[in-house]
């Protein structure tokens, strides 16, 4: 039986504005890809933001490798690997600069990794960051990520400006990664192809409610899209 | 008591980590001057005006005026020495530093003590300096010093702008 990695345990938002999750819970174990669906503005960035944001507020819990992310917000943050267009670099600086910099305060950062899995992302580390695509800076976040040995990869709308070819390859690399770290890997997509072949679970959220759960091939995802969409 | 004395050590880490990080971040800014000219011009703006002695001033017309300068250059000065750890110049905008390390693992109780030191070391820099150019002034052009030379430079050189510019540096910190 594989470790559970991330657990949200009846979470439910206290924002008196704005939108909310409501009473979500589901159990990602190691080793595994976690697929979340819905319609825009149902919520799936709004459920990576609790996990990454330390002000959040909500009732239950949410856990890495068994603890409270609340505990000690700044130090779960080593544990997980953020891809997204709110993280923030230095644009003005090359991938190595800001690899150097921000590795920095992780705590077990290996900047030989960071130099291979850029090699792998096919991106040079000398680039500067504001220089690049779309693709190209989630590409180079995602080789941070792997260069920190987080538990759980949080990947919101990582795929989206990737072309088809790297695509197929971005997720091989992914799965070796997570097999060899025993790690778990949390995405948000549109992509209605990348929902049913690449992801081990799915979870498909409603206005902030998690009205499905499920492992792959057991969800009919093409029926959900079609009559979602 | 290990767990308090592991947990000390380890935000002593953090703020070791914190430290290392913000030279590493100076060094690649660009400010126009280099950071240890802008460093001794803001030393040098922080002592100018405790530099002069309240008897020239006391009793006069000039006084509300007076005390008015220094209430804002008491503030001035450390405020903008503190403001390169609290933004970041980026495509010619400033950005807050919190904004760059919000999802990293920065503990933002540890961040702020950081940068309250950095005002501290500012402070424990200038303020003997303006106590000896206040004493020096004092007796070299009007024969007397009084306990409120004294605490005037204690006032306008150290607990006003360290409380003023500490608050702004506690609130700033948005994590």
């Known amino acids: 039986m594989e470790p559970v990695i991330l657990e949200f345990y009846h979470v439910s938002g ?20 976690m697929g979340l669906a819905g319609k825009n503005g149902a919520g799936k960035t709004t459920l990576i933001d609790y996990i990454v944001n330390p002000k959040q507020r909500y009732n239950g819990v949410i856990s890495i490798q068994g603890e ?42 290996d900047y030989e990794r960071f130099l291979s899995a850029m090699r792998q992302m096919e991106l040079s580390e000398t680039k500067i960051v504001g220089k690049m695509s779309r ?13 920190h040995h987080p538990a759980v990869y949080l990947l919101d709308e990582a795929t989206a400006g990737m072309d088809p070819v ?9 799965q070796k990664v997570i097999e060899q770290e025993e790690a778990s890997v949390l995405m948000t997509s549109h992509i209605a192809e990348e929902i049913e072949q690449k992801m081990d679970f799915t979870g498909i959220l409603t206005d902030g409610h998690l009205s499905s759960f499920q492992e792959n091939g057991a969800l009919n995802t093409t029926q959900y899209f079609s009559n979602t969409y | 008591m290990t767990t308090d004395r592991t947990k000390k050590f380890e935000q002593k880490k953090q703020r070791e980590l914190i430290r290392a990080f913000d030279q590493e971040m100076l060094s690649l800014q660009t400010y126009g001057l280099p950071v240890s000219w802008r460093t001794g011009l803001h030393r040098f703006m922080a002592v100018f005006f405790l530099i002069f002695p309240v008897q020239a001033v006391y009793g006069s017309g000039e006084w509300t005026a007076f005390w008015f300068l220094m209430l804002s250059w008491s503030i001035l000065a450390p405020t903008n020495y503190i403001s390169i750890f609290l933004y970041l110049k980026e495509n010619t905008r400033l950005v807050p530093f919190s904004q760059k390390i919000k999802y ?14 950095y ?45 003023i510019t500490g608050a702004s540096i506690w609130f700033q910190i948005d994590l």
């Open chain 1, 14 to 33: 206290l924002a008196k504005k704005g939108f909310v999750l409501s009473d979500i819970s589901f159990a990602l174990p190691a080793g595994y890809i």
């Open chain 1, 68 to 109: 409270d992310i609340r505990k000690d917000h700044a130090a779960m943050q080593n544990k997980i690997g953020f891809v997204s267009e709110k993280n923030n670099f230095l644009l003005e600086h090359s991938a190595a600069q800001n690899a150097k910099i921000f590795g920095m305060v992780y705590r077990h950062f």
């Open chain 1, 135 to 147: 693709g190209e800076q989630m590409r180079f976040q995602m080789a941070f990520a792997i260069a």
């Open chain 1, 166 to 174: 790297f695509r197929i390859d971005f997720f091989r690399i992914l």
């Open chain 2, 104 to 117: 990293l693992p920065v503990d933002p109780k540890q961040l702020r003590l950081v940068r309250i030191g």
């Open chain 2, 119 to 163: 005002l501290l070391q500012f402070l424990g820099q200038t303020l003997p300096v303006s106590l000896i150019f206040q004493c020096l002034t004092a007796l070299i052009f009007y024969q007397t010093l009084s306990l409120f030379n004294i605490l005037h430079v204690l006032f306008f050189g150290g607990i006003l702008p360290f409380l």
